[in-house]
């Protein structure tokens, strides 16, 4: 199986960008996964460049193209985690969406995924 980490990367510190992302791998290594992570093209700060966005867009379609599910970390809100979230369930994908406890999930959400996790990224991770 094949998972794509997505979750807020623009505005983002590195730790709350890397931090659960690096830590997630290590479960999935764990469980003979595989991932994409869209921090292997980290293009913060360069955003506004003349082709980055295309280049970033682009790039996080095919990662999910290859993947078999999404793991959609969204401890806050994020338009590229959300546009990622419709374009796996476009897709066809499985899309897993991990909210902080407590919160009320969007019924843009709740219809765009297979299922919602609410918690730890990494507890939700284990339960792949």
């Known amino acids: 199986m094949k998972v794509y980490l997505g979750g ?9 960008a890397s931090g659960w992302r ?10 003979g996964y595989t991932y994409n992570d869209p921090m292997d ?21 095919e990662d999910i193209a290859e993947c078999d599910i999404l793991l959609m970390n969204c401890p806050k809100p994020s338009w590229g985690t959300a546009m990622e979230i419709f374009w796996g369930w476009a897709c066809g994908k499985n899309v897993l969406v991990v909210l902080p ?9 709740i219809y765009h995924t297979s299922r919602i996790y609410y918690g730890s990224v ?3 991770a284990k339960t792949l």
């Open 122 to 124: 990494l507890e939700a």
């Open 8 to 16: 807020p990367i623009n505005g983002c510190t590195d730790e709350e």
């Open 41 to 61: 093209r980290d293009y913060r700060g360069r955003e506004l460049e003349e082709g980055i966005a295309a280049k970033i867009v682009e790039g996080d379609k």
């Open 101 to 109: 406890e407590g919160t009320k999930a969007s019924p843009w959400i």
């Open 22 to 31: 690096e830590a997630v791998k290590k479960i999935l290594d764990q469980k």
